[in-house]
């Protein structure tokens, strides 16, 4: 599940990853911790997928290919299974033409109802990708939009995701990143509402899952009602279960709050989940973060630069 409005895509592939910094060590099977086994499905992946010609040097990098291995454990069959699954799905679904031409109009429209965004980067480095069904009203959601142009913008995130949002947080942080922080939000979410873009939910969790995996890094659920079990028992089997483990279920304020702190600075968490960015505009439109320093409108400010740039300067008065 991902979405909202985001730079253009790059064209060409990604400049390699900045230099690991001293405190950081890659994960287990990435690149730069890779066991003897693990190097061997690497290059045997590789080398089957060339003699197969469907090997794209611009997009299957090793870090690609190893989301894929890691997905299926190394057992390079299944994996080659799942990557050229994918490459299928990529060509019926008109991806790359996605990528050039999609334009998502009625995003201001659609925040109403349904927010799903980017925001700045967590202490690890990576995005945070934040949903809230909070003021989830689905008629009006898909009056002014479709389940499809939904899921067509949701693969174009994922596309922006890969080729801008990491290699920038890669950039600002000092090491590789792969992975995001996710934060969904279900306060006030009712249970018919949800049963009503379920079938967007779990088509867009396919996508993720099938299509782009190892992309999550962890999953915080907040605000949970006492329903979500219902909830839960409906998504969970959408879900593997290395995703299920990354999942970390909260409920209100005084259980969530101290968990993602943990895990985001504050001056960078929206206010509304206990931190203190506010941005001009709505933390849900700016799409501000390490790819987009500025933010769509404008960057966070404090209080205190609110109020300097709001006293009058030579007869004129400053804005943000």
């Given at each position: 599940?991902?979405?909202?409005?985001?730079?253009?895509?790059?064209?060409?592939?990604?400049?390699?990853?900045?230099?690991?910094?001293?405190?950081?060590?890659?994960?287990?099977?990435?690149?730069?911790?890779?066991?003897?086994?693990?190097?061997?499905?690497?290059?045997?992946?590789?080398?089957?997928?060339?003699?197969?010609?469907?090997?794209?040097?611009?997009?299957?990098?090793?870090?690609?290919?190893?989301?894929?291995?890691?997905?299926?454990?190394?057992?390079?069959?299944k994996s080659k299974e799942m990557f050229l699954a994918c490459e299928k799905w990529r060509k019926e679904f008109g991806v790359d033409e996605l990528v050039?031409?999609?334009?998502?109009?009625?995003?201001?429209?659609?925040?109403?109802?349904?927010?799903?965004?980017?925001?700045?980067?967590?202490?690890?480095?990576?995005?945070?990708?934040?949903?809230?069904?909070?003021?989830?009203?689905?008629?009006?959601?898909?009056?002014?939009?479709?389940?499809?142009?939904?899921?067509?913008?949701?693969?174009?995130?994922?596309?922006?995701?890969?080729?801008?949002?990491?290699?920038?947080?890669?950039?600002?942080?000092?090491?590789?990143?792969?992975?995001?922080?996710?934060?969904?939000?279900?306060?006030?979410?009712?249970?018919?509402?949800?049963?009503?873009?379920?079938?967007?939910?779990?088509?867009?969790?396919?996508?993720?899952?099938?299509?782009?995996?190892?992309?999550?890094?962890?999953?915080?659920?907040?605000?949970?009602?006492?329903?979500?079990?219902?909830?839960?028992?409906?998504?969970?089997?959408?879900?593997?279960?290395?995703?299920?483990?990354?999942?970390?279920?909260?409920?209100?304020?005084?259980?969530?709050?101290?968990?993602?702190?943990?895990?985001?600075?504050?001056?960078?968490?929206?206010?509304?989940?206990?931190?203190?960015?506010?941005?001009?505009?709505?933390?849900?439109?700016?799409?501000?973060?390490?790819?987009?320093?500025?933010?769509?409108?404008?960057?966070?400010?404090?209080?205190?630069?609110?109020?300097?740039?709001?006293?009058?300067?030579?007869?004129?008065?400053?804005?943000?």
């Amino acid at each position: 599940m991902s979405a909202t409005a985001s730079p253009k895509v790059a064209s060409k592939t990604p400049a390699a990853p900045p230099a690991a910094s001293a405190e950081w060590t890659p994960p287990p099977g990435r690149l730069g911790n890779l066991t003897t086994v693990q190097e061997t499905a690497l290059a045997k992946f590789r080398e089957e997928l060339r003699a197969e010609g469907a090997f794209v040097k611009e997009r299957h990098d090793d870090a690609t290919l190893l989301r894929f291995l890691r997905a299926r454990k190394f057992d390079v069959p299944k994996s080659k299974e799942m990557f050229l699954a994918c490459e299928k799905w990529r060509k019926e679904f008109g991806v790359d033409e996605l990528v050039k031409s999609f334009k998502f109009t009625e995003l201001a429209e659609v925040d109403k109802y349904y927010p799903q965004f980017y925001h700045n980067m967590d202490k690890l480095g990576r995005p945070i990708y934040i949903e809230r069904l909070n003021n989830l009203d689905v008629k009006a959601l898909y009056v002014c939009t479709t389940q499809e142009r939904l899921l067509q913008q949701l693969v174009v995130e994922y596309e922006s995701f890969l080729t801008t949002r990491l290699p920038a947080c890669a950039a600002a942080i000092g090491h590789p990143v792969e992975t995001s922080l996710t934060i969904l939000d279900l306060g006030g979410v009712s249970l018919s509402n949800f049963i009503r873009v379920r079938d967007y939910i779990a088509a867009a969790t396919t996508i993720g899952q099938n299509y782009y995996p190892e992309c999550m890094g962890a999953f915080y659920i907040i605000n949970a009602p006492w329903a979500f079990t219902a909830v839960w028992a409906a998504i969970k089997p959408w879900l593997d279960e290395v995703t299920v483990k990354k999942v970390h279920i909260l409920g209100g304020p005084s259980a969530y709050k101290p968990e993602l702190l943990k895990q985001i600075d504050k001056e960078v968490l929206p206010k509304e989940f206990g931190g203190g960015c506010e941005c001009v505009g709505g933390c849900s439109m700016s799409d501000v973060g390490p790819w987009n320093p500025a933010g769509g409108k404008a960057s966070a400010i404090s209080e205190k630069e609110k109020t300097v740039l709001e006293q009058p300067a030579q007869g004129q008065v400053l804005s943000a």
